[in-house]
């Protein structure tokens, strides 16, 4: 999931908390290495001020369920060892359900990765500047203790609260501390297989992969 964030106070806090301006690697700081087999959690999140609701499945590296503001789910299944996988979205008022795989929806423009859609935190795809700070930039209490870290992407940041026990962002706030995305809730007990059930009973059917290959 990609954040809107604000650049207003990057020198301000960056000089003040940043410990040792240390450059660091996102991926070897937000590493899944030893992250629970199995998890669930909730969030909320905001976009252009409004705010949105999320709660997420997540089995291995193998399935992956998201339910946005109870009117969207999102599946995903992934052979093990692979990169490929293919997606389901059920949009459960209008009852469509769209089928498509990773590569066409890279065809199509979007990049969506598994740690994005599983973790909340998108990769930076160019240059950035990633730093640990030594203490929390708000007065916004995370669900659990967390390392906070300053992002930034062209100028814009973000503060990233991430917890090494959950391997997920607990808080994130833009650089004028505004709250964009919050875990409210976490369980790392084994989810239960029906939770990556599919029920589309009387939804209409739409295959994305063949109408890409037909354009």
């Known amino acids: 999931m990609h954040m809107k964030l604000n650049a207003a106070c990057l020198i301000i806090g960056l000089s003040a908390s940043v410990a040792n301006a240390a450059e ?74 769209t089928d498509i795989d990773r590569s066409n929806l890279y065809r199509i423009g979007h990049f969506t990765d598994w740690f994005s859609m599983s973790h909340a935190l998108a990769r ?23 390392r906070w870290y300053a992002l930034n992407r062209a100028g814009s940041v973000s503060h990233i609260c991430w917890s090494t026990d959950l391997r997920l962002p607990l808080l994130i706030t833009d650089g004028g501390g505004v709250v964009q995305w919050r875990v409210t ?24 992969n063949a109408d890409i290959h037909t354009d």
């Not at 809730?185 to 599919?198: D, E, L, M, N």
């Open 24 to 97: 660091l690697d996102f991926d070897k700081t937000f590493s899944t290495k030893g992250e629970a087999a199995q998890l669930s959690y909730s969030a909320t999140y905001s976009v252009q001020g409004s705010e949105h609701q999320v709660e997420i499945w997540r089995d291995r590296d193998l399935r992956l369920k998201r339910r946005t503001d109870g009117r969207l789910e999102t599946y995903i299944f992934k052979p093990a060892r692979q990169d490929e996988w293919r997606m389901v979205v059920l949009d459960l008022p209008r009852k469509i359900r």
């Open 124 to 146: 930076p795809t160019g240059s950035y500047l990633l730093s640990e700070l030594k203490s929390a930039p708000s007065g916004e209490k995370p669900l659990a203790e967390c």
């Open 185 to 208: 809730a976490a369980s790392k007990q084994g989810v239960p297989a029906s939770a990556f059930k599919i029920n589309d009973a009387g939804f209409v059917k739409n295959d994305a």
